[in-house]
């Protein structure tokens, strides 16, 4: 069984910075793609915006490039989601998840198999 657990969300104002963690548990593979979608209020499905492989490659949606860095320390098994400028937009709550092994699925919400719970990330003056 595999547990991931997301921290670090809040409130902030526009222009703040967040980093948000997400930390595995159970029977984690590190030869895992992992990733980060948001579900902003009233939308029914998850945006997928960052991911990185187990190699350390990156992708990111067009709304978030520049602003949102995505990393992972596979000592700890965390990954971490470095936001900054954030935008009134930005509203959501944020899930990290992990994929299948060896392969990487980008952004495709459908393809990853474990999910944490999500942390509320609020950005308003």
């Known amino acids: 069984q595999v547990n991931l657990l997301e921290s670090g969300g809040g409130s902030v104002e526009p222009g703040g910075s967040l980093i948000l963690s997400c930390v595995g548990s159970?029977?984690?593979?590190?030869?895992?793609?992992m990733a980060w979608f948001r579900q902003a209020p009233g939308q029914e499905e998850r945006e997928g915006i960052a991911?990185?492989?187990?190699?350390?490659?990156?992708t990111y949606a067009d709304s978030v490039k520049g602003r949102f860095t995505i990393s992972r320390d596979s000592a700890t098994k965390t990954g971490y989601l470095e936001m900054n400028n954030l935008k009134p937009e930005d509203t959501a709550i944020y899930y990290c998840?992990?994929?299948?092994?060896?392969?990487?699925?980008?952004?495709?919400?459908?393809?990853?198999?474990?999910w944490g719970q999500g942390t509320q990330v609020t950005v308003s003056s």
């Open positions: 991911s990185i492989d187990m190699n350390g490659r990156t």
């Open positions: 159970g029977d984690i593979n590190l030869r895992r793609c």
């Open positions: 998840a992990t994929g299948p092994l060896y392969r990487w699925v980008k952004l495709r919400a459908d393809e990853y198999e474990h």
